[in-house]
């Protein structure tokens, strides 16, 4: 007999990622278009420009920060977890990395293989 032991429920597929309305990418983007549009101001009204660099900061900051807290918000109200679950940890391949590109842990081959080169004369 295949399926669940009885009186279990077989496991329901995750739900659907929802699309985002156009109130919560407003709310992620918000940042950048009130940084866009202060620059453009003080650009065109002449005024100080110190404040445009903290500004822009601060809009990549609530950024971040706003798209968790909609990640979140998907997840505990409507259920919606896949900006968490679908997520792919990396490989590990930070070796094949290092050989490659010929620095870090792997340095000291390099340096032995143009040592080895150079004492046979190639």
Known sequence: MTGTPEGRTAPSEPPAASPSTWRERLFVLGGFAVAALWTAASLAAGAGTEAIGPLWMAAIAWTVLAALAAALWQGFRRGDWSAFRDYELPDGSGDTFDFGTRT???????IAEEHERLMRGN
């Open 104 to 110: 870090g842990s792997y340095a000291h081959l390099r």
